[in-house]
């Protein structure tokens, strides 16, 4: 009986953002800022539509969603960072990459079908207005929902199926601040070729295709806008353009990441600061605070927790 165990690397090690102190000062200082604003952003976002009842739309709750999955995806990466920033101890057991690696790409598939979900729902908003409450009902916001974290679960077994077994013997430094799969698999001890092409297929075109069909969805809505009138186009684009801005900035990175075909790991290290502390702020800016109806909701948030204090005091 072979049981042999080609693992020998039981820890990886990350040589993060930057090597030099200083930068490293300004990155712990910058990020922690900025990952303080997204769990407040966020959090705020998801009980505001949770606690009022004048958001319990489709709309609303794919927004909730949303930033719920931005929450967590910031979490799973960035405060490891800090810590790294901050300790100098940069290392991951082996379990933890591959658990990051496994979280990641679920919240990641999640999202984009998320967002091509809060597409269908401003196209069939303002397309087909009529049909609006029998169409997104709450059955089908609540299939768009299971059938995101199920898609994204699908996505990211089956990538891992793949790598899981790969040998390790001995290489491991990742250049970057968190666990991916081209970085992993860069490690190991096998040829990897055909591991690099599999993850090309699966991420790589899962993010260009699903960047395409968004994009089309958004132009195909503003035409028709166009057409019906033309002064529905501004309030439309001004909606749409907030829309289109996340996609591109979320979408931008990981089509990056995983389909451009020479390893410049440098670059994918920054540009993933887009997906896991710039996107995760831009939500809830965009999203919530250019919106009336959320900024009255939160307004009778704060006036019933006030109510409440008056109450007991
Ligand atoms: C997510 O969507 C579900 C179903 O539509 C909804 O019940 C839930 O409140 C939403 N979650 C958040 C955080 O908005």
């Known amino acids: ?12 090690v ?10 490293q000062r300004f990155l712990l200082a910058f990020s922690t800022v900025l990952y303080v604003t997204i769990v407040l952003g966020n959090v705020l976002v998801v009980f505001t539509v949770m606690l009022d009842p004048h958001l319990h739309s489709p709309m609303y709750f794919l927004l909730g969603n949303l930033s719920f999955i931005d929450l967590c995806l910031s979490t799973l990466t960035v405060p490891k960072m800090l810590s790294d920033l901050y300790s100098d101890k940069n290392t991951i057991s082996f379990q933890g990459c591959v658990f990051q690696i496994f979280v990641l790409h679920v919240l990641g598939g999640s999202e984009m079908v998320l967002l091509i979900a809060m597409a ?3 196209y069939v908003a303002i397309c087909k207005p009529l049909h609006y409450l029998t169409i997104m009902s709450p059955r089908m916001c609540i299939l768009l929902l299971s059938g995101a974290w199920v898609i994204g679960l699908l996505h990211s077994l089956a990538q891992l199926a ?28 096998a040829d990897t070729y ?13 993010s260009t295709g699903t960047f395409f069909l968004l994009m089309i969805s958004y132009i195909f809505i503003l035409v028709t806008v166009w057409k019906r009138s033309s002064g529905g186009l501004s309030k439309a684009l001004s909606t749409l ?8 900035l979320f979408f931008g990175p990981c089509i990056f990441v995983y ?3 020479f390893p410049t790991v440098s670059v994918d290290k920054f540009l993933a600061i887009l997906d896991f502390m710039i996107t995760p702020i831009l939500n809830p800016a965009i999203y919530t605070l250019r919106n009336k109806d959320m900024k009255t909701a939160m307004r ?3 006036y019933i927790f006030d109510g409440h204090k008056v109450e007991k005091y």
Not at 1 to 12: D, G, L, R
Not at 194 to 206: D, K, L, Q
């Open 1 to 12: 009986m072979y049981a042999v165990n080609f693992t020998e690397v039981s820890e990886f």
């Open 14 to 23: 990350f040589l993060g953002l930057s090597a030099c102190r200083p930068v």
């Open 120 to 122: 269908l729902d401003r």
């Open 162 to 189: 793949f790598v899981v077994h790969l040998p390790f013997c001995g290489p491991n430094e990742i250049d970057s601040f968190y666990c991916d799969l081209p970085q992993f698999i860069k490690l190991a001890c």
């Open 194 to 206: 055909r591991m690099e092409f599999m993850v090309t297929a699966n991420s790589g075109f899962i």
């Open 241 to 248: 353009s907030a829309h289109i801005t996340v996609v591109v």
């Open 259 to 261: 389909m451009w075909p």
């Open 300 to 302: 009778r948030l704060l």
